[in-house]
């Protein structure tokens, strides 16, 4: 455990030296003692310590010095580690400032100079002070911390990256946590620079990109071999199981993903319907244990680094990332699935991560305690988020557009949405329009049977409404139909451009697409059943399908 401070500021040297002495031959067992003569050093000096999520038990500040008067430093030193004891060191003629300070600044203690012997004057004031520091301090998160304003959208999207990496961090509301307060200080920024980033070492970046935070965690950004067996793109189930696959059958295997491995069963509050799991786990659960796994097995895996292109050379294939640099590999499993469709309304993307999400129910749950929340979907997502999130929320309301929800979700999610009191369905019901200043305040509702509006306050709003693949950014350098998915294997023979693409003496293999070597498995595919079982069953079969290629090459 990291020893706590006590921290001492005098201008007068001679005494500065005499204090420092006595406190560390008392107290140097259980506490670090730092001592300078300079209060402003000594504030930049605090400022670092909040920063490096060190903590200070006691400040003794001399009264009278020339950059400031001590009640004024103890003041200031108070707004960072507002529970640390403050005593002032005062001459006789100071005494009565010391007992103004008692009540302004909420002094513990004004020790009068000279302090000898300390056995009497000095070390039992202390002890109490210590003793009484010791009884509220409760050690601070060791990791990351987040300052920002909870509806930022900026704030919503770190929060996301770091969870999704696995990163552990401790989240502190600007507006409603006081502890912000001193991180912004600290920190010398002002709250318009907001979300602050605070690292474990105490260094700090206010409105950091995700590739400089996942810089300065650890999580890699540039591959390391000129050469890979196997590239996956997209760490969602089916591009994390082809990655364990992968790795465990000895083949150099890179996992490159743009925000968070776990893709869209990350932000699935509760799989039910994954073997092996009776009594279900959380999308982020699974993640976890996945990449624990790949990782474990020796996957490199790049995040967050978007794939741009594809260019091919004779067999080889070149990937080339959103950052410019361009990696190297004999074969490619493409699993980039699918995402979210946007809802059309106009001026909603303003308030996306600030009361508009996508399928972020998880990590929003704490932010929609006690609020009423709308969720727009009628299938099997938005039935598990409201699942999730009414344990949270007072009200949440499904709003779809079909008369019943079980005509598009499974039956037993119905059953238990049925069965919960503070879920309420609202059929034939769309949303119209959304207001708000900086954050979503009020969703305008219509009735598509009777055309009635109506504007209602909403905190929140949970957009469900289906999703297309991730497949723009191939062009036409791949066999798709007409939505998109990739088409693969047997599907390929039956189209009319096949011969024109596939110049091999072989079919393709089953989850081959129209460029040999290249692969495509999840819900990305053509013809793929969508779901986690069949996406982590693809990636897996995928691998199969690259060894023989590779033994062919
Ligand atoms: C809220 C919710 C709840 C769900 N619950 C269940 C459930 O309970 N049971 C179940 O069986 N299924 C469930 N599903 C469906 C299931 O999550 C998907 O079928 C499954 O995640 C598909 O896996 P995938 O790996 O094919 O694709 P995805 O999960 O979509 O992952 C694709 C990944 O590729 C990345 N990517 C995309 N383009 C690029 C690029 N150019 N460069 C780099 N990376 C890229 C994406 O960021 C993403 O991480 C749920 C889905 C949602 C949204």
Redesign the pocket.
Known sequence: MKLPYIIIVDDDVQVLRAIQRDIRNQYREEYRVAATESANEALDVIKELKLKNESVALFISDQRMPEMEGVAFLEKAKEIFPDAKLVLLTAYSDIEAAIRAINNVKLDYYLLKPWSPPEEKLFPVVNDLLNEWHAIYKPDHEGIRIIGFQWSPKSHELKEFLSGNLVPFRWLDAENNEEAEQYITSANVSKSDLPLVVFKDGTTKANPSLAEVANAVGLKQKATEKMYDVVI?????????ASVYGSTEGLKTLL???????????????????LGFPS?LS?AELTHRAITQTIRFGTEILTP????SIRLQDVYKIIEL?DGTEIHSKTIVI??????RKLEIQGLENFTGAGVYY?A?AIEAHACRNEIIYMVGGG???C??AMYMCKFAKEVNILIRKDALKQTAASYLVEQITKTPNIHILPNTEVTAVQGGRVLEKITLKNTKTGAEKILPAKALFI?IG?AP?TS?LDNLLLKDEKGFIITGRELVKDKSFHTHWKMEREPFMSETSIPGIFA?????FG?L???????G??AMAIRFVRKYLQEM
Do not use: F
């Open positions: 793109i997209g760490a969602g189930p089916s591009g994390l199981a490159i993903e743009r925000h968070n491995p776990g893709g869209q069963a990350s932000s699935s509050a509760r799989i039910e319907n994954y279900g999308g680094q978007e794939v741009k959103a699993a980039t699935g699918i995402a979210y399928g129910a099997n997502s938005a598990q988020a469900y999703s991730c950014w498995s999840g819900d990305v595919r793929a969508a779901g986690i079982s069949s996406a982590v693809e990636g």
